[in-house]
């Protein structure tokens, strides 16, 4: 063990450790397979997220989110390192890593506190790298971990603090910040929001969504801003809102 580690941290060390052990063994097997590409990259698939369950199954989000985060991280980088042998073909191939970039968005939301600096920087390097390696061969699903992974933290951006803050940010600040995100990204913070009874701050956000002309037809922004109402207004402050 390294000075000052406990044992628990010790044994997460040598999970993570393993976990990227694994995941380089996987790849090799990959890259050296008999087999046709589609049936390689169908296998791979398959391994890929059995060791990922079998990893994170040692830790509960709600108790140790962190652990988590370091498996995921570990399991993103992994896999875009591996996208150069996999085959476009195999249907499993994309449905992997969107499963697995949705999961790691939600974890990241439901943290309860902020992220040590070190396994955000961690975080940071290895989104910006996975979501580099992936772009080259024209796949942008981790846009909406590389928006996560450009700031300080997961609820720290500026325009977000200050919309739901119920401040009036310039609205070229507000756009600019909506676009980064994605409606996909703004949904889930919306319904995250919900959850941990800030119906008010998710109202906020909802009415910006449903404002924003390039989100229109996209999402239920404004059905969802409507439902936040009926749960904080009376019937007669929901009338004015409407109407208003």
């Not at 059995?50 to 830790?59: F, K, P, S, Y």
């Not at 085959?87 to 968005?105: I, R």
């Amino acid at each position: 063990m390294a000075e000052g580690e406990t044992e628990k941290e010790y044994a997460t060390r040598k999970a993570i450790e393993r976990l990227r052990e694994r995941f380089q063994e996987l790849t090799t097997t990959l890259k050296e397979s008999p087999e046709s590409q589609s049936d390689a990259s169908l296998r791979f698939c398959q391994e890929f997220c059995q060791i990922l369950v079998e990893h994170a199954g040692r830790w509960k989000a709600e108790e140790e989110p962190l652990p988590l985060l370091e498996v995921y991280t570990v399991a993103i980088l992994s896999y875009a390192k591996a996208i150069t042998c996999l085959s476009s073909e195999c249907e499993n191939v994309p449905l992997v890593l969107e499963n697995l970039g949705l999961s790691c968005v939600e974890l990241l939301l439901s943290l309860p506190e902020s992220v040590p600096g070190a396994l955000w920087e961690e975080f940071q390097s290895s989104v910006k790298l996975a979501h580099s390696l992936l772009q080259e061969h024209g796949n942008t699903q981790l846009h909406m971990l590389s928006a996560m992974a450009q700031e300080p933290g997961v609820w720290t951006n500026t325009t977000l603090c200050s919309i739901l803050s119920n401040e009036k940010p310039e609205i070229d600040r507000v756009h600019e910040f909506l676009q980064m995100e994605g409606p996909t990204l703004l949904s889930m913070r919306i319904k995250h929001l919900i959850k941990q009874n800030g119906v008010e701050k998710a109202a906020v956000l909802a009415k910006i969504c449903s404002e924003y002309p390039e989100y229109e037809g996209k999402g239920n922004f404004k059905q969802t801003y409507l439902v936040c109402l009926c749960m904080t207004k009376t019937q007669e402050q929901l009338m004015q809102e409407v109407s208003g």
